[in-house]
Nanobody, 121 residues
Framework: QVQLVESGGGLVQAGGSLRLSCAASGSIFSINSMGWYRQAPGKQRELVAGISGRGSTNYVDSVKGRFTISRDKAKNTVYLQMNSLIPEDTAVYYC???????????????WGKGTLVTVSS
């Protein structure tokens, strides 16, 4: 089984920065793509940033130029560097991994429990 644990959330003033981390652990054979999603109160969950197995990235328009997703494959960890934060970024941020567990030939989506990011004005 695969577990994802997010960290790095917290309270920050507008214009500040945070760096989120998501570490995958468990009986992992391989991890394919990873991504960060967020859900704000009263809104649907949206993809914030994704990174493929080869390192290509994609972002939702609202964070382009401010957020950067990166990955350390050796540590099974994905990061989200968030700069120039605005109150609209306030949400619970969830990590997702498309991974293949050991002894399996299939690929499955795994989710973390989320970390809260609050940006004050």
């Amino acid at each position: 089984q695969v577990q994802l644990v997010e960290s790095g959330g917290g309270l920050v003033q507008a214009g500040g920065s945070l760096r989120l981390s998501c570490a995958a652990s468990g009986s992992i054979f391989s991890i394919n793509s990873m991504g960060w999603y967020r859900q704000a109160p009263g809104k649907q969950r949206e993809l914030v940033a994704g990174i493929s197995g080869r390192g290509s990235t994609n972002y939702v328009d609202s964070v382009k130029g401010r957020f950067t997703i990166s990955r350390d494959k050796a540590k099974n960890t994905v990061y989200l560097q968030m700069n120039s934060l605005i109150p609209e970024d306030t949400a619970v941020y969830y990590c997702k991994a498309d991974a293949t567990p050991i002894y399996s030939s299939g690929s499955y989506n795994y989710w973390g429990k989320g970390t809260l990011v609050t940006v004050s004005s």
